[in-house]
């Protein structure tokens, strides 16, 4: 709900649990006052937090920003020394700039964002218009409130109202001023293969910079970070998430004033980025989506994790049964043929297994990672009697047919590179910086997504394939397009991500019925503005058994759990050679969009017996997957058991998963409280054969399982009826 005071200008903006309070100040700036938990009655509208709040200037001239002063988008060169929200350049030269108040108003859902991914529905949008006193500049500020959730959706839409062209150097989506520092900060850092560790340090003064440059949201540094009161635990205490809903290079500052007060910003990384805005256009930054929560980092994930589901992802996907997959990638690697691939289809299908993948190597001459890239066309020496062939034997085995694409890259190597050398990024004459032997393709330009939109179309169109991979192996370095002027080389990165958008725009509006992942060399680019076009992403090329307890306990920071494409693979294990049971790799993946991943012609009578169970079981599940609660009980991080819990909205249905890490003899009794039950519900736990009230199970607790090394155990937990 959002209130205002029209007279005052005080804007009251009520999500589930929280408000959020903004006004306009004496000297016409717009000023923040409060996000927290909400704030009863209309005390606020009296302007009691707006007078409690208001900035001692200590000599300064309020009609001027100063270090103090709590901007709602900050402004540079009035004597404000932090970093501003935005800086630009006028024709002249001058960059200083003075916002103030100019109007306002409220509107259903959103602003238009066209294919630049957005919270789609619903929901109501303050905006509040904003104009330089020293430019021609105008910005709006957008804020969408949804009754049923506790995030809101913030950006800043910048307008260059006057005739001559204005020069960007910094757009950033959002600012928040918070009174005081006192909190710590985690982000989720990491590498390939190890993506989304959790790291929590204290801010301390001066900047924290969570950021990736790389030209995509990276391996190294998802584009998520909260802070987090000192007394903030999994369960309970105060902190705030900010997710923002994009792909590109990024980046989230939180900055300690020397006053002790806290500006946490963030958006497009304003390194390597410029943009040009001539006469009359707008620039449209990306949305980031702030959750604050009063029930610890939980409390936290759970409202993301229904962000996402209820507002970002496909309508249409976002609840829908995933399909079960077994992926040839870890089994043949380029290595295959028809014969293999149809021997890997048989195993499959009497397993409950519904989808066949064929990963890479499919195409043009791609027999390793060298080449081929670009070439969209099967390679019949290969795959006789080519894609049609794989997707009728799926279809005659009651399965359907998956294809992995990576649409964005191109080999040297390849008839594409050969004939249009130009539609790499990178400067003709500087050797380029390969990366697993690849270049990327310039979506900065329209002729080359319309090419790769074309060709990919061509296959899907080619036969009946009911599922895309769509892979992306590296970054970007030399960014240079042979197309932009010079003055215009610093918009390459996100006009690339806008063509990035563009063609998975166009490829799921065009084939509404095929199911498209994501995936990035493991979970290099598994965020938010992914997750509008891909339902799910592939969480990591890391699937160990072990390693993928903390990949997944990190992801769940601020995504759902169906959100994570979760395989079962070989063992040993193909990233750390560990050996770990085939239950255990079972039931982690079960945590998430579960598939498969290995040879199936290998495995014995048992192991097959094994997978059929894991699968029936998964879908007795799979709906506390796709719309349950998510109770991360213990950490693999900082203790010997990692375990989770799903509970349904009704919490009339639980599932508990869980991996001793390493057997201990004599080991100490770990009793582990549930959480998310009703404590006045019976509920049966099948495994152990008991029943017990919620209270029991969440304040007694129950005591967990003395299993060997990498030993992992289920509990199914059913309301008593
Ligand atoms: C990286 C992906 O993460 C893998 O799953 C696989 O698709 C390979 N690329 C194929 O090149």
């Known amino acids: 709900m959002i209130k205002i005071d029209n007279k005052k200008k005080v804007f009251v903006l009520d999500g589930k649990n929280y408000s959020y309070i903004i006004y306009v100040n004496e000297a016409g700036t717009l000023q923040f006052v409060y996000y927290g938990k909400k704030v009863d009655g209309d005390d606020y509208l009296t302007s009691v937090y707006a007078k409690t709040l208001a900035p001692e200037p200590n000599g300064f001239n309020i009609d001027n920003a100063f270090n103090g002063m709590p901007s ?24 200083a700039s003075r916002f103030v108040y100019k109007s306002h108003e409220v509107v259903d859902g959103a602003p238009d964002f066209g294919s630049l991914p957005h919270a789609r529905r619903g929901g109501k949008t303050l905006c509040i218009v904003l104009k330089d006193e020293l430019s021609d500049m105008e910005i709006s500020l957008n804020y969408t409130v949804f009754d049923d959730s506790d995030v809101i959706v913030r950006n800043a839409i910048l307008r260059n109202c006057g005739k001559n062209k204005v020069r960007l150097n910094k757009a950033f989506s959002f600012c928040l001023e918070l009174p005081d520092a006192q909190y710590d900060i985690m982000r989720l850092q990491g590498r390939w293969a190890q993506e989304r560790m959790p790291e929590v340090t204290p801010i301390g003064k001066g900047t924290v910079r969570v950021d990736s440059s790389q030209g995509g949201s990276s391996h190294a540094m998802n584009p998520f970070a909260a802070i987090l009161r000192k007394t903030c635990t999994e369960t309970s205490g105060e902190c705030i998430g900010v997710n923002l809903i994009y792909s590109g290079s990024f980046a989230i500052t939180a900055e300690a004033s020397c006053f002790g007060a806290l500006r946490l910003q ?54 829908m049964r995933r399909p079960i997959v077994i992926n040839n990638w870890e089994a043949t690697y380029f290595d295959f043929n028809r014969e293999k691939l149809f021997s890997i289809i048989d195993a499959a299908a009497p397993l409950g297994i519904d989808t066949f993948v064929l990963d890479d190597g499919w195409f043009g001459k791609r027999d390793d990672d060298k080449s081929g890239l670009g070439d969209w066309f099967v390679n019949e020496k290969k795959l006789e009697g080519g894609l049609k062939g794989v997707a009728e034997h799926c279809a005659e085995k009651g399965m359907k047919f998956g294809l992995w694409f990576e649409p964005e890259m191109v080999n040297e190597d390849s008839d594409l590179y050969r004939a249009h050398p130009d539609f790499a990024i990178g400067k003709r004459g500087v050797t380029p910086s390969r990366q697993r032997n690849q270049l990327i393709l310039d979506f900065s330009r329209k002729d080359v997504v319309d090419y790769i939109y074309d060709a990919v ?80 992403i592939w969480t990591s090329d890391d699937t160990d058994a072990f390693e993928r307890t903390k990949i997944q306990w990190g992801t769940s920071m601020c995504y759902p759990v169906s959100a994570m494409s979760c395989h079962v693979s070989a063992c040993p294990n193909h990233q750390t050679q560990r050996i770990t049971p085939l239950a255990t790799r079972g039931i982690i993946a079960s945590l998430g969009a579960t598939g498969y991943e290995l040879d199936l012609t290998k495995l014995d009578d048992c192991e097959k017996e094994e997978i059929k169970r894991q699968i029936a079981s998964y879908k007795n599940i799979d709906e506390l997957v796709l719309r349950g609660d998510l109770y991360r009980l213990s950490s693999p991080f900082n203790s010997n058991y990692f375990c989770e819990m799903l509970v349904s909205k009704d919490k009339s249905q639980a599932y508990v998963a869980g991996e001793r890490i390493h057997g201990v003899p004599c080991d100490l009794n770990y009793i582990i409280k549930l959480k998310g039950l009703d404590p006045n519900k019976r509920y049966t736990v099948k495994e152990l054969g008991i029943t017990a009230s919620g209270k029991t199970l969440e304040n007694a607790g129950l005591l967990l399982p003395r299993l060997p090394d990498f030993g992992a155990w289920t509990w199914n937990i059913t309301e008593c009826k």
């Open 266 to 319: 963030g958006g497009i990384n304003d390194l390597n980025f410029e943009w040009i805005l001539d006469g009359g256009e707008k620039f449209v930054t990306p949305q980031a989506a702030l959750c604050y929560s009063a029930e610890g980092l939980g409390g936290m994930s759970r409202e993301f994790a229904d962000f996402f589901r209820n507002y970002i992802i496909n309508p249409d996907r976002a609840f």
């Open 72 to 95: 709602e988008y900050a402004f540079f060169g009035k004597g404000d020394y932090r970093a501003p929200s935005t800086l630009f350049v006028r024709e002249d030269g001058f960059r």
């Open 457 to 536: 179309s061509k296959v899907l169109k080619s036969c009946n394939i009911s599922y895309v991979k769509w892979d992306m192996n590296r970054f970007m370095t030399e960014f240079y397009s042979e197309k932009l002027p010079y003055e215009r080389q610093g918009e390459l990165a996100h006009r690339y991500i806008l063509g990035v958008y563009d063609l998975a725009h166009r490829l799921t509006s065009a084939f509404p019925n095929v199911f498209f992942e994501g995936c990035a060399g493991g979970g290099g680019r598994f965020d938010g503005g992914m997750l509008y076009y891909f339902s799910q």
